[in-house]
C-alpha cells in the first residue's frame, strides 16, 4: 500500500514532459500556445480543443463578423431583452463587471464611438461634432442589463453596440487554459498578442518568462517571471495614427469620444486574462495615480506604468 502511494505521488516525475509549441492567427494576432505533455499526440489534441474553443469566441463576440451575436444584438429595438447563447452571456457579464469595477474607464458598450473612430482612422480625419455626440448618447456601460435567471441581456437605448476588443482576448486566452487543465496539462502557456495566460511554471523553472513591450517596437522593456496568473500590456504602440498632427491611440477616451492623445502603456497581473486584459485598457485611460490606486483595490493584481513620454 504504501509502495502504491508513493508510485502515485512520483510517477509524474518517471514520465518525461516534453514541451510542444501551437500557432494560429486568431482575433486581428496570433495565439500561441506553449504545453508540456507526455506526447505530441495529447499536447495536439488539447491544443486543438482550446483553439476550437477560442474560434467559438471569435465568431459569437466579434464585432468584425457581420452576423456574429454580438452584432445581433445590436440590431434588437432598445429595451427588449435578448436571450443570449452561455457562451456570450457570460462574456458580456464579465465585460460589464470589469466596466463597473474600473467605473467606465474600460467600456464595452463603446461600440458606436470605437465604430466611428475606426472610420476616422481610414479617412485620416476626426468625426463631426455631431456624428461625435450621437455616438456618445448610445454608450454607457449602465445601460446594459445582464439577468442571469433568463440568460438575457437587455440594451436599454436605442444606437447602442458592443465592442469586447477589450477583453475578449483575455476572455479567449482563460478559456483555452481551462481547456488545457481538462486535458490535465496545467503546465500550459497561452498568449493572445499583448495578453497572457499562465499555468503551472515549466519543470524545474519559479516561473514562465514573459517580455514586455512598450513603447519600443524592437525591445522588451522588461522580463517577468509568472505563473498561475496573467498578464496584459496595453497601449498605443502598435495602433497609433496621426490625424492633423496629433497622435492618437487606438483605445478611446470615454471623456473626449476621440483615440486617448497622451503616449500611454500599461502592464498589469491579475489573476485572469479577462481581468488583466480590462485593466491594462482602463489603466491607458486612467491618470497614472488613478490607475494605481484602482489596480492596488483589486486581489492578485498589479500594475507596471510605462513613463508617458513627451
Ligand atoms: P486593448 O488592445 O486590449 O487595449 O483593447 C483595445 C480595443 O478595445 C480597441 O481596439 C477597441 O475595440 C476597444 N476599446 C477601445 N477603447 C476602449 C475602452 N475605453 N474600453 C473598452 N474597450 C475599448
Ligand atoms: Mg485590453
Known sequence: MRFLLTWLMFSHLLIAEDRY??????????FCIQTYAPSRQVAQKAADAAFKEATAINEVAS????????????????????VVSPRLFSLIEQARGMAQLTDGAFD???GPLTKLWRESRRRQQLPSAE???????SCGYQRITCDRATRSITLRVSGMRLDLGGIAKGQAADAMLAVFLQHHLPITSITAGGDVRLGAPP???TGWTVGVRTFDRNKDSGKLTLS???VSTSGDLQQAIEINGTRYAHIIDPQTGLGLTLPAAATVIAPTAAQSDALATACCVLPPHKARELVK??????VHLAEKRD
Do not use: N, W
Request: net charge negative; with cysteine.
Open 21 to 30: 509549441e501551437f500557432e494560429r492567427p486568431l482575433m486581428g494576432t496570433l
Open 63 to 82: 464585432d468584425y463578423i457581420a452576423d456574429s451575436e454580438l452584432l445581433g444584438l445590436a440590431q434588437k429595438p432598445a429595451g427588449q431583452p435578448v
Open 108 to 110: 464595452p458598450t463603446l
Open 131 to 137: 456624428l461625435l455626440q450621437l455616438a456618445r448618447s
Open 203 to 205: 519543470p524545474g523553472q
Open 228 to 230: 498561475h496568473c496573467a
Open 297 to 302: 483595490t483589486i486581489p492578485g493584481c498589479r
